[in-house]
């Protein structure tokens, strides 16, 4: 057993998506999550900087004495996650979209992911594994991310922006949209708002699901009795961060920040 926080980390508030899961499965596991909402989007960036990003970001949270990272970005995971796993003793869980749950009950599938993650290796191997005999349509997801981190999930401005981006798949037929980044998590009201009876992927669950079983193969869950809690660390404007955090159910305060 072993009390240390598992650090978390995104470039906004998208991986608060998953540390409400693991917060709901593990109440009892301390969380260190590091928004870098300086470097906020990193969808359109190149491989290179989100991967520089990464490393710094891992090196922080190791500081910070974790035991484990989750890598809560589908865009970083695709930048990233491969070479932080061979570079680093700790365990990494990352994330990559769900096309393997969406192809097992639908035959027309949207991706709504950023380009970085829709053009990175990790989700080549998966559309190669799991696409076969499937209709997958990638849809960039604009400035989706954007409104979310402007703290607008849940408003008229998210709805309309989603039917903008989902519309065109939706009426040519496809009828489940895989979330390929974890910002559109918040979204997924709206999304069925939008469009009723469109089944919706999200991983955030299974990925925190995914984070705890490896903690308890390597003997690293925390004790019963451990404090749980969530320590946030910000690159960028902590005030913005708070509303946009407490606009997806998220209370408290981010009580560091960083560069
Ligand atoms: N949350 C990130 C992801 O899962 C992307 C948001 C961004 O573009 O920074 O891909």
Redesign the pocket.
Known sequence: MDPHPIGVF???I??LSVVRALQSLAPHERIVYFADTD???????PEAEIRKRSFAIARRLMDAGCKLIVV???????AALKDLREASPLPFVG?VPGLKSAASSSRHVVVL??P??LRGELYAEVEHRFANGVRVVDVS?ANL??IV?SGLAGTATARTAVRAVLGPAIEAGADTVVL?????AFLAADIATEFPGLAIIDTSEAVARHALRVLADAGLEAPPNNEGGLDLIVSGDREQFRTAMHSVGFAGEPAEAAS
């Not at 470097?39 to 960036?45: D, I, V």
């Not at 809560?72 to 695709?78: K, P, Q």
């Open positions: 995104d470039s906004g998208g991986g470097w906020f989007p990193y969808g359109g960036r809560a970005c589908n865009t970083a995971s695709a994330m992911a950023t970085g993650t997801g991310a954007a981190e390929g980044c974890t910002h559109y």
